[in-house]
């Protein structure tokens, strides 16, 4: 069975960077899709970034595109997200979703992923 452990979190200025990490153990991104969410409290968890079957990445807004980054290791077990120019809106837990990658359903449904990390703190403020 899959286990993520998400680390990398903190606290960051506005405009400041932070990249997370998504460590991924009895499997690869080979073998699964592994996505970000973010959740504020009282809210659901929103789709940030996934790493597609076709090895293309997606983003859940055009705000989420131009300023974060999600990218893998060479071995396939780390999945990273950049976030830079970063906003106080960006203030949330950040987790990390995985499925099999034969999967072909929404990318953006958390309710899609099976395997959940334990979230990482993100705090953006001055």
């Known amino acids: 069975q899959v286990q993520l452990v998400e680390s990398g979190g903190g606290s960051v200025q506005p405009g400041g960077v932070l990249t997370l990490s998504c460590a991924i153990s009895?499997?690869?991104?080979?073998?699964?899709?592994v996505a970000w969410f973010r959740q504020v409290s009282g809210k659901e968890r929103e789709f940030v970034a996934v790493?597609?079957?076709?090895?293309?990445?997606?983003y859940g807004s055009e705000s989420f595109r131009d300023r974060f980054t999600i990218s893998g290791d060479s071995a396939g077990s780390t999945v990273y997200l950049q976030l830079a120019f970063m906003k106080p809106e960006d203030t949330a837990v950040y987790y990390c979703?995985?499925?099999?990658?034969?999967?072909?359903?929404?990318?953006?449904?958390?309710?899609?992923?099976?395997?959940w990390g334990q979230g990482t703190q993100v705090t953006v403020s001055s």
């Open positions: 979703g995985a499925r099999e990658i034969s999967s072909t359903a929404s990318y953006t449904a958390q309710k899609t992923y099976d395997y």
């Open positions: 009895g499997g690869t991104i080979s073998t699964y899709t």
């Open positions: 790493m597609k079957r076709n090895g293309l990445a997606s």
